[in-house]
Every structure is written in C-alpha cells, then in structure tokens.
C-alpha cells in the first residue's frame, strides 16, 4: 500500500464519523488559530520595533554623552520622551540643566576603545530648545529636536515630503504630538511655520525660529519623541545656544552618536569601558527593551494558551481515534487476516491523527489570517486604534511560522495519535473477527 | 506418502490460562493436498474455526506443527506470514466481513491494495475476480445494497483476487438460505474445478459437506473421523456421540483436571496436559 493510497484512505476514514472528526479539528482549530495569531502578532511588533531599531542604526547603536550629562538626559527623556502622549507646557520660571560637552580628546578616546566602531562616530548636536509655539494658540511646549543624523534617512512619515537636509530655509519634521497641541491636523500643518525659541536665561533674551513643518513623524512606540530638523536650522541653532558659551566650548559637542560590535561585546560590557573614560551610553535596548519585553510576555502568555488549548485537543484526538479503533475492530482483523502488517496499520492510525492536525492547523491558519488581515485593515482605518502608526501591520504572517506551527501541530498529533494506532496494531486478527 | 500442501502433526490449541484452561483443539494431524476439496464438520464449539485459524495461519497453535509446502511454519516472521496469507490464501466468512459503506470494487481491491498492488492494476484484477462470481455490473454499488448471497459472491470475488492456492471458507452458507447456499457452494466447487484452488470449508450444513471429496468431524477437539484416512476412528465416533451429553457438560472439567476420559485409548500422548502451556498468545 503505497503512502497516497494510506493518506487517501485515512482521509476517508476521517469522513466517515463526519461530525465527531469535525469536533475534534475544531479543538485543534482553537489552539493553532491562538499559535498562530501570536507568532503573527508577535511577527508584526517585532517587525515594528526592527524598522525602529533600523531607524537608530542598527543594534550597535550608541547614544553617547559625558557621565555628568546623564542625569540631565534622562530628565529630558522623562518630559519629552514616548511615554507621554502630550507636550509638556513650557515654565520660564523652571530652568532646565545644562549639558557638559564632550571634549575633542574625549572623542579620540572614545575612537581607540576596542568593539567601537570608529568610523560610526557622529557628532551628533543636540539642540537646545526652549519651547515651540504657533500662531495658532497662546500654549508654550517644551521640544526635542536634532538634526537628522546623516545616512539615516527611515524617519516615518504620515503626511509631508519630508526634510530636504540641504535647503537654504529653515524646515522640521514634526514629531506628531505637537501637531494637536499646536492647533493643527496632520494635513494643515504642513508648510505652515512653526516658531522654535531658545531663551537666554540670563540675558532674558528671546531667539525665535521660523520653521516650516515638512512632515509629521509616524508615531513610533519606541520613538524618544525627538523632531527632525535641516542641517540649516540645526546650525544656526546650534550657534544661538553656544553663542555666550566659553571659547573652548565652541568646538565641542554635548552628544555622540556611535555603533559597537554588538556580536562580540554585550552592551554593559561597552558602557563598563565608557564609563571608564567618564562617558554614559543608552543603548537601543535601553531605549526599546521595555517595550519589547512587554510584548514579549503578553504574547508568551498568549501562546501557553495555544498549546494548553493543544493539549486539549490532542486528548480529543487519542479518544477520538480511540472509538474509531474500537468500532473498527473487525474491519482491522479483516485488514490483518489479509495479511496487513501491524506496523502498517500502525501507520495508518497515525496517518489519520496527523490527518485531523493538518486539517485542524489548516482551518486555525486559515481563519487567523482572514482575521489578520481584516483586522490590520480595521485598526488603520480612520478611527481605529493604529490610524495613527500607518507602518505597523499588527499581524505579520510569515512563511516560516506558518509551517513551524503546522508542523508542530501535525507532530503533536501524531504523537496523540500512537496511542490509539498501537492498540489498533495490536489486535489480533482473530480476536478482531470474533469481535461483535 | 504423497506432498501434501498443508499438514499438521498433534495440533493442540489452548485458550485462557490456568483455571480458565480450555483445550479447544487436542491434538489433530492431517495432510491436505493440492486441489482437494475438504469439509471441516462438527457440532458448534467443536474447534473447527480454530483449525482453520491454525491451517490459514492466522493464529499460532499451542503445541504441534504445521507446515505449509513442506516447510514449517511455527519460525516464521510476521512478514512472512503476512505474505503467504496476503497472496497464497483467500478467506471467505460467514458473516462476510465486508467495509459495508465502501463500494463492491473497493473491497475486492483490499488483498491487492495490502499487497502494494498499482491502482490500474488492482482495478483491472478486482474487475476480473467480479465477472468470475458475475457480479462485475455492481461493482460501484455500496456493498451494504447488496443481499446476502451477492455480498458472499463479493467476498469470494475477494478471496480469489489474488489467485490464491487455498480458500479458506468458515460457514460461507452460514447466514444465507438454502437456494442461496447452493449457488455459493457451485461457485466454489467451480473455482476448485477451474483453478484447481483447493478448498478448506468449516461448515455443519452436511449437504455441502457431503459435496467435498473429503470430510473431516471434528468433535471436542478431536478429529474422530476423516473420510479418506481412517476408518478407524470412526468406531469411536459412536462411543464419543454416546458420551456427548455429558462431554459437553465436562468440558470444563476437562480442561481443569487434564484428564480426558474416554479419548485415552486413541490418543495417549494427550493423556498429560503441560502445566506450563500458559504462555499462549
Ligand atoms: N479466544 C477464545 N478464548 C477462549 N475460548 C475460545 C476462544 N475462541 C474459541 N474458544 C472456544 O473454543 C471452542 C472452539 O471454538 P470454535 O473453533 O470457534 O468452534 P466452532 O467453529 O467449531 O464452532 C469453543 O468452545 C469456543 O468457545
Ligand atoms: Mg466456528
């Protein structure tokens, strides 16, 4: 007998007690439907928070400033960071810290460290910034902004053409929680100007900053809630916030950007060596790890339940098989007495079990994908809880997934299914032909 | 002594253990040649079945052997066995043993399809087995539309599908009517005539056996007569069919205290049951 002819005839079998096989794909349809809409989801976010890590640099990113800065760095994270879905209002009475430069010899040392990638090393200026406001409402809000780090132009957009680094005007890419704040939509916003202040907090002196808005950033989970600007306005901010610095400081910078071996070193590993030379470092764990662990949980949690619900199933298939070699009885002693081997009739036990599986994961596959894909379309559209994240499909079907979980699926049936096949291999023709 | 195809020397066939004992055969020798026709006879719960189980090779006796084309059989592997049923025997049912929701086709096609047969050939074969019991026009028809004769000629077309040596037949008239029976008994008789299959049929309906070149009366496990061996034996069977009654009633006894009255005289090696004869099956 001849593999298509067991598949075929397994099949059958499985047609011949429609409902009982029907009840029992269908719980093993609930646990592989629950596999495999967590791998897509878990496939999708992973996917989100990669294009971010992307947007950064890689794995290896850095963001680096001296050890007195830190503090001060994580206040800003803290006020401007993603976690807070609104601008926080500027106060004039609440001076914000000062940054310690990075000096030139610092960045040499930095350039000699092993597992730095010295060509990486970008200088990066982050802006001083009072506040931002619009002549569409009386609100001051405090702002991050930098200019876009050369090379890394996978800033996402919702609307706008986005930055034209080399333009003789002054233009930003917005991060998108200002746009409300600042009396806009993310449509009338672009090529409006937005003014961007630098307040001398002991001259008492106002630098504004006329900037057209050239796009709105696609909210990011794992954004640091910075806007983007042309190196133009980046400059001539850059020279407003130095301008009653120290002379020596004029050369320096606040905060380097830079890539590690991320292969070779762990991150503490690299942040032991900075700090060795008075420098602090966020990695791109730092920066997205919660994020991603959160995830990460849910989702496991959400696939134990999967399996348990397999589990389940997998019982609905050792009883169901069970009946079927009871009822079957004679129609196995016929088989053995015609000189069927045990060991075929074994395989034809557990070609059936892995039968229920693969419809089973088919079916849950099947459906899970249909709701997939509907349900990425719902959340984008207008209203739904992703309109504003257009980059982020919630679930990500790949193919890799999609057969590791049929063939775990077919496994653990098959694995169910030995049971029942090994009571059936082992009857004994003549007993099965007595049998009523 | 001729080649005979099948013979056995001192079958005996235990079922059950210890206090549950039951001798069902107790020691039966015989040579069956090719192309003879033989009767199995005897009462219900003689032991015929089980002889047949033990010559189909179905089933491993207890003590004896048996050999099959002069070869022995009791070392056999599995896959052997197996094999020699699958292509050399045919087995026809009383009670048919049929897959009653497939259709007529299909279950002439099993013994090929077991045996890895291509399907354009196991079509063509199982084809040719349905125009020998003529039932070829049926042959997508549900096999549970059948009536019960047309269902028996399936099972013939099935045993004979692989063109077999023996047929192996257990009361293959058992559920049907005389009219019926009569039919599928010429049927066989024609194969055995035609195909020189030789046939083995358990039955008690004496009209078909008295239609066998050869008649075996199994009682109690025993062979007490054998129409072309022995004449001898069939002094004893007065004696036995006198004690029947009660025999009937003792058998449990019998098979308890190892001690069987009455049969000594004949057959003295069964005078002394092995204890250790528990590790059957
Ligand atoms: N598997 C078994 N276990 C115990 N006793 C059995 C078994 N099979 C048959 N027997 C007994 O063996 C005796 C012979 O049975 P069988 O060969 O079927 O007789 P027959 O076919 O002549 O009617 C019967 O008494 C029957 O009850
Ligand atoms: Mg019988």
């Given at each position: 007998?001849?593999?298509?002819?067991?598949?075929?005839?397994?099949?059958?079998?499985?047609?011949?007690?429609?409902?009982?096989?029907?009840?029992?794909?269908?719980?093993?349809?609930?646990?592989?439907?629950?596999?495999?809409?967590?791998?897509?989801?878990?496939?999708?976010?992973?996917?989100f928070?990669?294009?971010?890590?992307?947007?950064?640099?890689?794995?290896?990113y850095?963001?680096?400033?001296?050890?007195?800065?830190?503090?001060?760095?994580?206040?800003?994270?803290?006020?401007?960071?993603?976690?807070?879905?609104?601008?926080?209002?500027?106060?004039?009475?609440?001076?914000?810290?000062?940054?310690?430069?990075?000096?030139?010899?610092?960045?040499?040392?930095?350039?000699?460290?092993?597992?730095?990638?010295?060509?990486?090393?970008?200088e990066?200026?982050?802006?001083?910034?009072?506040?931002?406001?619009?002549?569409?409402?009386?609100?001051?809000?405090?702002i991050?902004?930098?200019?876009?780090?050369?090379?890394?132009?996978?800033?996402?957009?919702?609307?706008g053409?986005?930055?034209?680094?080399?333009?003789?005007?002054?233009?930003?890419?917005?991060?998108?929680?200002?746009?409300?704040?600042?009396?806009?939509?993310?449509?009338?916003?672009?090529?409006?100007?937005?003014?961007?202040?630098?307040?001398?907090?002991?001259?008492?002196?106002?630098?504004?900053?006329?900037?057209?808005?050239?796009?709105?950033?696609?909210?990011?989970?794992?954004?640091?809630?910075?806007?983007?600007?042309?190196?133009?306005?980046?400059?001539?901010?850059?020279d407003?916030?130095?301008?009653?610095?120290?002379?020596?400081?004029?050369?320096?910078?606040?905060?380097?950007?830079?890539?590690?071996?991320?292969?070779?070193?762990?991150?503490q590993?690299?942040?032991?060596?900075?700090?060795?030379?008075?420098?602090?470092?966020?990695?791109?764990?730092?920066?997205?790890?919660?994020?991603?662990?959160?995830?990460?949980?849910?989702?496991?949690?959400?696939?134990?339940?999967?399996?348990?619900?397999?589990?389940?199933?997998?019982?609905?298939?050792?009883?169901?098989?069970?009946?079927?070699?009871?009822?079957?009885?004679?129609?196995i002693?016929?088989?053995?007495?015609?000189?069927?081997?045990?060991?075929?009739?074994?395989?034809?036990?557990?070609?059936?079990?892995?039968?229920?599986?693969?419809?089973?994961?088919?079916?849950?596959?099947?459906?899970?994908?249909?709701?997939?894909?509907?349900?990425?379309?719902?959340?984008?559209?207008?209203?739904?809880?992703?309109?504003?994240?257009?980059?982020?499909?919630?679930?990500?079907?790949?193919?890799?997934?999609?057969?590791?979980?049929?063939?775990?699926?077919?496994?653990?049936?098959?694995?169910?299914?030995?049971?029942?096949?090994?009571?059936?291999?082992?009857?004994n023709?003549?007993?099965?032909?007595r049998?009523? | 002594?001729?080649?005979?195809?099948?013979?056995?020397?001192?079958?005996?066939?235990?079922?059950?253990?210890?206090?549950?004992?039951?001798?069902?055969?107790?020691?039966?020798?015989?040579?069956?040649?090719?192309?003879?026709?033989?009767?199995?006879?005897?009462?219900?719960?003689?032991?015929?079945?089980?002889?047949?189980?033990?010559?189909?090779?179905?089933?491993?006796?207890?003590?004896?052997?048996?050999?099959?084309?002069?070869?022995?059989?009791?070392?056999?592997?599995?896959?052997?066995?197996?094999?020699?049923r699958?292509?050399?025997?045919?087995?026809?049912?009383?009670?048919?043993?049929m897959?009653?929701?497939?259709t007529?086709?299909?279950?002439?096609?099993?013994?090929?399809?077991?045996?890895?047969?291509?399907?354009?050939?196991?079509?063509?074969?199982?084809?040719?087995?349905?125009?020998?019991?003529?039932?070829?026009?049926?042959?997508?028809?549900?096999?549970?539309?059948?009536?019960?004769?047309?269902?028996?000629?399936?099972?013939?077309?099935?045993?004979?599908?692989?063109?077999?040596?023996?047929?192996?037949?257990?009361?293959?008239?058992?559920?049907?009517?005389?009219?019926?029976?009569?039919?599928?008994?010429?049927?066989?008789?024609?194969?055995?005539?035609?195909?020189?299959?030789?046939?083995?049929?358990?039955?008690?309906?004496?009209?078909?056996?008295?239609?066998c070149?050869?008649?075996?009366?199994?009682?109690?496990?025993?062979?007490?007569?054998?129409?072309?061996?022995?004449?001898?034996?069939?002094?004893?069977?007065?004696?036995?069919?006198?004690?029947?009654?009660?025999?009937?009633?003792?058998?449990?006894?019998?098979?308890?205290?190892?001690?069987?009255?009455?049969?000594?005289?004949h057959?003295?090696?069964?005078?002394?049951?092995?204890?250790?004869?528990?590790?059957?099956?």
């Amino acid at each position: 007998m001849k593999l298509l002819d067991i598949i075929h005839d397994a099949n059958l079998n499985l047609l011949r007690n429609k409902l009982r096989s029907f009840l029992t794909i269908l719980a093993i349809f609930i646990g592989s439907f629950s596999i495999i809409s967590t791998s897509a989801i878990q496939a999708g976010v992973n996917n989100f928070i990669d294009s971010q890590v992307e947007s950064y640099g890689g794995d290896g990113y850095l963001a680096i400033v001296s050890k007195d800065s830190f503090d001060a760095l994580e206040g800003l994270q803290g006020t401007i960071g993603s976690n807070s879905k609104e601008p926080i209002e500027y106060n004039p009475d609440k001076i914000q810290d000062g940054m310690t430069p990075i000096t030139k010899e610092k960045i040499e040392e930095l350039k000699k460290i092993d597992g730095i990638d010295a060509d990486s090393i970008v200088e990066q200026k982050t802006l001083s910034i009072s506040y931002v406001a619009s002549k569409k409402t009386d609100k001051k809000y405090l702002i991050g902004a930098e200019a876009l780090p050369p090379g890394n132009v996978k800033v996402d957009t919702v609307t706008g053409e986005g930055l034209n680094l080399k333009a003789d005007e002054y233009q930003i890419l917005l991060e998108s929680k200002y746009v409300d704040a600042l009396g806009y939509t993310n449509e009338n916003i672009i090529n409006e100007k937005i003014q961007l202040v630098v307040v001398d907090q002991f001259k008492k002196t106002e630098k504004k900053f006329d900037a057209k808005v050239v796009g709105v950033i696609a909210p990011g989970v794992v954004s640091m809630g910075y806007s983007y600007t042309n190196n133009k306005l980046a400059d001539d901010i850059y020279d407003e916030n130095i301008k009653y610095y120290p002379p020596e400081y004029k050369d320096m910078t606040v905060a380097v950007a830079a890539n590690y071996d991320s292969e070779k070193y762990s991150a503490q590993e690299i942040k032991d060596k900075l700090d060795d030379i008075g420098l602090s470092a966020m990695t791109i764990d730092d920066i997205i790890g919660t994020i991603k662990t959160f995830f990460d949980v849910i989702l496991t949690v959400f696939k134990i339940f999967g399996l348990i619900a397999l589990l389940a199933a997998a019982i609905g298939i050792i009883n169901t098989l069970f009946m079927s070699v009871q009822e079957r009885t004679r129609e196995i002693g016929l088989d053995k007495a015609l000189g069927m081997s045990s060991m075929r009739v074994f395989f034809n036990f557990s070609i059936e079990a892995i039968s229920l599986g693969f419809w089973g994961s088919v079916f849950g596959i099947t459906v899970s994908m249909l709701l997939g894909n509907l349900a990425n379309n719902i959340f984008h559209a207008e209203g739904g809880f992703l309109e504003s994240f257009p980059t982020f499909n919630l679930a990500t079907y790949t193919i890799k997934d999609i057969i590791a979980v049929t063939a775990l699926i077919m496994f653990i049936s098959f694995l169910a299914g030995t049971l029942p096949a090994r009571r059936a291999a082992s009857k004994n023709p003549i007993d099965a032909l007595r049998y009523e | 002594m001729t080649k005979a195809l099948i013979s056995t020397h001192g079958l005996r066939k235990t079922y059950g253990k210890r206090n549950n004992k039951f001798d069902a055969l107790r020691g039966i020798t015989i040579d069956i040649n090719k192309g003879e026709t033989v009767a199995i006879v005897g009462k219900s719960g003689s032991g015929k079945s089980t002889l047949m189980h033990l010559l189909a090779l179905l089933d491993k006796p207890t003590k004896g052997e048996i050999t099959l084309d002069s070869q022995p059989t009791a070392k056999l592997k599995a896959r052997r066995l197996n094999a020699i049923r699958n292509k050399e025997f045919g087995f026809v049912f009383q009670s048919f043993f049929m897959n009653s929701n497939d259709t007529v086709l299909n279950n002439v096609i099993l013994p090929l399809k077991i045996a890895g047969v291509s399907s354009r050939e196991r079509r063509r074969r199982a084809i040719a087995a349905l125009k020998t019991v003529e039932l070829d026009d049926k042959r997508n028809n549900k096999a549970n539309n059948l009536s019960g004769g047309q269902k028996q000629r399936v099972c013939i077309a099935r045993a004979i599908v692989n063109d077999p040596k023996v047929i192996f037949a257990d009361e293959p008239t058992g559920n049907l009517d005389s009219a019926t029976g009569e039919k599928i008994i010429s049927l066989l008789f024609r194969l055995n005539r035609e195909k020189g299959i030789t046939l083995i049929i358990v039955t008690h309906d004496l009209e078909l056996a008295n239609k066998c070149e050869r008649q075996i009366n199994i009682k109690d496990g025993h062979i007490v007569s054998d129409s072309t061996t022995d004449t001898e034996l069939s002094d004893n069977v007065d004696d036995d069919t006198d004690n029947w009654e009660d025999e009937e009633a003792d058998t449990q006894k019998f098979a308890g205290d190892n001690n069987i009255d009455g049969m000594l005289d004949h057959q003295p090696h069964i005078t002394h049951i092995d204890i250790d004869k528990e590790e059957e099956e």
